[in-house]
């Protein structure tokens, strides 16, 4: 048993929130790599009571900060690998994977470990403006533009456990929605949460992602929130979900159960 999985489980924890400070997946913008630091100094300021649920979230729910995955200057690979590794200790201890970024490549070691650690099917929902769903990006295969076809290639995640949800703006092209469209992944663009709300989308994106699956992981890009409740992402996009449709989503999962969890491109 390594360190990380025993201390989680000798400390009982429920959550586990891990680090990933990498942004060398990054097409456009860097400096998600401060991520991590951002959100723990940001969080700073906040107590563990919730007034909307009348609950303190410290008490009730046992989260540990188990740091940061570490990150090797210059080694992608090297990167991707302690991801993963610590990753699987997490997921191992029983403890909700929570995992702060960093780009959105980092599903791809996140996917890899829950694939490898889950007996069964995994099903997977992503927020995000963007599809990311270029096969690769001038022959890289690991950029965030690509995580959703490295995703659809794992032996147990169904393409149709798949929903993207928030999709909107011009970082899209018809490749990737032909790509999408092929594999049966479902796709709610942002005209569509907006027709139908949020509730209704996310009662329909639960019950495909969790459909015969064992396991449900979900993925925040902050930049499927719109620029004007997000402007810190990586790609800010207008017209994307607000604070409020992000926070209903959110409980809603919370209220169904994931297993694990991650938010990227926060600058």
């Known amino acids: 048993m390594e360190a990380r999985e ?24 860097s400096g998600t790599a401060a991520g991590p630091r951002g959100l723990r100094e940001a969080s700073r300021q906040y107590g563990g009571y919730f007034f909307d649920d009348d609950v303190d979230l410290l008490d009730t729910f046992k989260l540990v900060d188990c740091g940061d995955a570490r990150m090797v200057p210059a080694n992608p690979a090297q990167c991707r690998a302690a991801a993963k590794t610590a990753a699987k200790e997490i997921i191992r201890s029983g403890a909700i994977g929570i995992f702060i970024g960093g780009d959105h490549s980092i599903p791809i070691p996140l996917g890899e470990a829950i694939s490898e650690e889950t007996q069964g ?10 599809m990311d769903a270029e096969e690769d990006v001038d022959g890289e295969l690991n950029s965030n533009w690509s995580e959703v076809c490295r995703l659809a290639e794992l032996d147990n995640i169904n393409p149709r456990n ?7 703006g011009a970082l899209n092209s018809r490749r990737q929605t032909e790509y999408l469209r092929e594999r049966g992944i479902r ?25 015969g699956v064992e396991a449900l992981y979900v993925s925040f890009d902050t930049d499927g929130v719109d620029a004007a409740y997000a402007p810190g992402t990586s790609g800010p996009e207008p017209g994307g979900l607000t604070s409020r449709e992000i926070l209903t989503a959110a409980r809603m999962i919370v209220a169904h159960g994931a297993a694990m969890f991650d938010i990227v491109e926060y600058c």
């Open 162 to 168: 798949m929903v993207l949800i928030g999709i909107r």
């Open 187 to 211: 796709v709610i663009g942002m005209r569509e949460v907006i027709g139908r709300g949020i509730e209704d989308v996310m009662s329909e994106a639960l019950s495909l992602a969790s459909d």
């Open 6 to 29: 025993r201390d989680l489980k000798t400390h009982g924890a429920r959550a586990a929130l891990l680090g990933i400070p990498y942004d060398m997946g990054g097409i456009f913008r």
């Open 121 to 130: 099917q995994v099903g997977y929902i992503v927020f995000d403006a963007n």
